[in-house]
């Protein structure tokens, strides 16, 4: 009998082993691998850009000053021809993985000039246990980049366990990227809004099925905005914030005064760039490949407006002159009033 047992005990140690050797070579989800475009090429599994990215700057601490954080809706804002930028977005990206990241960097010997930080109504739904949550249900998306050795420990401990055959609805499909720019530039772009408008699948703009904003934590989300602020200051790094639009049936399930005063007490903390005033290109699928992301087109006309105040190199409809408004603390009652 303790034969038996002592001979399911190697067994079970031997499948471990190979199950860890499965996963360290043949990397699903690109963790073990080198940091380049050509190693996450023919990969299943969506990576997770949250270790990624930081993996990548790590090992290129020089070569970027400037960095973009936000979430996928800034994705293809492309910054080269005003700075040394490196892209820091990614889905469902929190101020507290923000202010995180910014401070590891600084703390890992990263020389910052400019931090252009995106804001969107997600990051006033998200609380810290929301963050854990989806860090427990889907963590190998969601998992921040470990700093600590106990964080590092869980971090690659869940990768080398990973079974190759569990439910693929648990993980983002990787097929429909464009990956050849991921590390480079840390922009990726779906297929799909490299398509011409009149290709655009327009069912995804007649739905009205939107989930209800609820603004939950705001209070908490303005802290750590006020943080990231504050590490700026400290470390004289220039900060731009803006927020970009969506498509003008997700505001429908936003409480507007709610979000308007969550703006006002933005400007108590910072200036910013606000792209979600009433405008026309929120009615109008053209200026997005889906109700939730800006197209090229307009993330260009952003960061034109961002940059240099001017319309030169994109010249824009002329009711789209005035698209982005500057919000200071001064001038934001008046703004939000309206």
Wanted: proline residues 5%; hydrophobic residues 35%; glycine residues 2%.
């Amino acid at each position: 009998m303790r034969k038996l047992f002592y001979n399911f005990i190697y067994i079970l140690f031997f499948l471990i082993f190979l199950l860890f050797c499965y996963n360290y070579f043949y990397d699903p989800f690109s963790i073990f691998t080198s940091t380049s475009d050509s190693a996450i090429k023919n990969k299943y599994f969506y990576p997770n850009p949250r270790y990624l990215k930081i993996k990548y700057l790590l090992n290129n601490k020089t070569k970027y000053d400037s960095f973009l954080f936000g979430s996928c809706d800034s994705n293809l804002l492309n910054l080269q021809e005003y700075g040394n930028f490196y892209n820091i977005t990614y889905e469902d990206n929190t101020l507290w993985e923000t202010k995180r990241n910014l401070s590891f960097m600084i703390n890992n010997g990263f020389k910052i000039k400019k931090v252009l930080l995106q804001l969107s109504d997600e990051c006033l739904k998200v609380d810290m246990e929301g963050i854990k949550a989806l860090q427990k249900n889907y963590p190998y998306h969601y998992l921040p980049y470990p700093i600590t050795i106990g964080e590092k420990l869980f971090f690659y401990y869940k990768f080398l366990v990973h079974f190759p055959y569990v439910d693929k609805k648990l993980y983002k499909n990787w097929e429909d990227k464009s990956k050849n720019n991921f590390f480079k530039s840390g922009s990726f772009t779906d297929k799909l809004c490299l398509k011409q408008c009149e290709k655009r699948n327009t069912l995804l703009f007649k739905n009205n099925d939107y989930p209800l904003a609820k603004f939950d934590y705001i209070d908490l989300n303005l802290q750590f905005l006020s943080e990231i602020v504050q590490i700026c200051k400290k470390n004289n790094i220039e900060l731009i914030v803006f927020i970009v639009p969506e498509y003008y049936k997700i505001y429908q399930q936003i409480n507007v005064n709610e979000f308007s005063n969550f703006k006002k007490k933005i400007a108590q903390i910072t200036d910013f760039y606000d792209f979600t005033i009433n405008n026309p290109i929120q009615k109008n699928p053209e200026y997005f490949y889906d109700p939730y992301h800006i197209n090229n087109y307009t993330s260009r006309l952003i960061a034109e407006k961002i940059f240099t105040n001017k319309r030169k190199i994109i010249p824009p409809p002329p009711e789209l002159i005035n698209f982005g408004v500057f919000v200071t603390k001064n001038n934001s009652i008046k703004i939000y009033s309206k």
